[in-house]
């Protein structure tokens, strides 16, 4: 009977612990959004360059643009001669629409990303699916790259990265040739006498043209020290969006699986208390039965 108790009990604690577990990741849904801060970090920068970047935001262009869907609607639906046009319109939105910071998950957004970025790796929050990062109002270069190079192959054109020093950007291939974008930092090509790919601006020395107005010639020679093209079709922190799409389910839904295994195991608890009781009842009548039978003997002995 001791061995049987002891199961009862295992089961009753472990169905206690996963209520506490399911009620926890239910409730974290709810907290404020800005509960635990995963990345620190500064909107306003004091150099030319972070104050250049912010004064191309435009909040009237948060509630316009909150998926790639709106942004590819918005980017075909523009009267263009050529897709090189439709990409510029789209690199525009994405110039004034984010403020130039990383965009991280909140709370109620994914908190299993929060409490990782916070206590494992601050990275491990800052968004990497294009969607939400659309869903907020910071990005950084890496992140707008990440974006601009999805609409890119949802149009049909074939993209890479370009990893500088501290700076990401990108490239669009179209009519066989690559075209730079660049559209954190916005170059001027206007100066250098229309958009071209990165290796004909380094090799014509127009980088200093380019980003005149944006960057210091010292800027641009430490950001240009080191150019690292991406494969074509190479998709951006692949580690990173399965992870962040496993966890954004995870902290909306997971709750549901300590809830599932408190009812299975409530289900079993029950079992087996009815089982020990009628074990209990059954040993009962067997010892009320054997004791009437001493009793009957012991009367006719006498």
């Given at each position: 009977?001791?061995?049987?108790?002891?199961?009862?009990?295992?089961?009753?604690?472990?169905?206690?612990?996963?209520?506490?577990?399911?009620?926890?990741?239910?409730?974290?849904?709810?907290?404020p959004?800005?509960?635990?801060?995963?990345?620190?970090?500064?909107?306003?920068?004091?150099?030319?360059?972070?104050?250049?970047?912010?004064?191309?935001?435009?909040?009237e262009?948060?509630?316009?643009?909150?998926?790639?869907?709106s942004?590819?609607?918005?980017?075909?639906?523009?009267?263009?001669?050529?897709?090189?046009?439709?990409?510029?319109?789209?690199?525009?939105?994405?110039?004034?629409?984010?403020?130039?910071a990383?965009?991280?998950?909140?709370?109620?957004?994914?908190?299993?990303?929060?409490?990782?970025?916070?206590?494992?790796?601050?990275?491990?929050?800052?968004?990497?699916?294009?969607?939400?990062?659309?869903?907020?109002?910071?990005?950084?270069?890496?992140?707008?790259?990440?974006?601009?190079?999805?609409?890119?192959?949802?149009?049909?054109v074939?993209?890479?990265?370009?990893?500088?020093?501290?700076?990401?950007?990108?490239?669009?291939?179209?009519?066989?040739?690559?075209?730079?974008?660049d559209?954190?930092?916005k170059?001027?090509?206007?100066?250098?006498?229309?958009?071209?790919?990165?290796?004909?601006?380094?090799?014509?020395?127009?980088?200093?043209?380019?980003?005149?107005?944006?960057?210091?010639?010292?800027?641009?020679?430490?950001?240009?020290?080191s150019?690292?093209?991406?494969?074509?079709?190479?998709?951006?922190?692949?580690?990173?969006?399965?992870?962040?799409?496993?966890?954004?389910?995870?902290?909306?839904?997971?709750?549901?699986?300590?809830?599932?295994g408190?009812?299975?195991?409530?289900?079993?608890?029950?079992?087996?208390?009815?089982r020990?009781?009628?074990?209990?009842?059954?040993?009962?009548?067997?010892?009320?039965?054997?004791?009437?039978?001493?009793?009957?003997?012991?009367?006719?002995?006498?």
């Amino acid at each position: 009977m001791f061995p049987f108790i002891m199961r009862l009990n295992r089961r009753s604690y472990g169905r206690s612990l996963c209520l506490i577990i399911a009620v926890v990741g239910l409730c974290m849904n709810f907290l404020p959004a800005n509960t635990i801060d995963p990345f620190p970090y500064v909107k306003s920068g004091d150099d030319r360059f972070g104050r250049v970047l912010h004064t191309w935001y435009r909040p009237e262009l948060n509630g316009r643009f909150t998926d790639m869907n709106s942004l590819l609607a918005y980017a075909r639906q523009q009267k263009c001669r050529d897709t090189l046009c439709h990409l510029e319109a789209a690199a525009w939105v994405l110039r004034h629409r984010f403020v130039h910071a990383y965009g991280v998950y909140n709370v109620r957004e994914n908190w299993i990303a929060v409490l990782c970025g916070r206590f494992i790796w601050k990275d491990l929050a800052a968004k990497v699916l294009p969607d939400d990062i659309l869903s907020g109002e910071s990005a950084s270069c890496s992140q707008v790259s990440i974006i601009f190079i999805a609409l890119c192959r949802s149009m049909g054109v074939p993209a890479r990265k370009v990893a500088l020093r501290g700076h990401f950007a990108m490239e669009a291939k179209l009519h066989g040739q690559w075209f730079f974008f660049d559209i954190d930092m916005k170059p001027d090509f206007s100066t250098i006498g229309g958009r071209r790919s990165l290796a004909s601006i380094l090799a014509a020395g127009a980088q200093y043209r380019l980003y005149a107005h944006t960057a210091s010639r010292r800027d641009v020679d430490r950001i240009f020290s080191s150019v690292i093209y991406g494969a074509d079709g190479e998709w951006l922190a692949p580690r990173a969006a399965v992870f962040q799409t496993i966890t954004r389910l995870l902290s909306h839904w997971g709750w549901l699986l300590p809830a599932l295994g408190w009812a299975l195991l409530s289900a079993r608890v029950w079992t087996l208390k009815r089982r020990y009781e009628r074990m209990w009842l059954k040993g009962k009548h067997v010892r009320a039965y054997t004791a009437t039978c001493n009793d009957e003997r012991m009367r006719r002995a006498g």
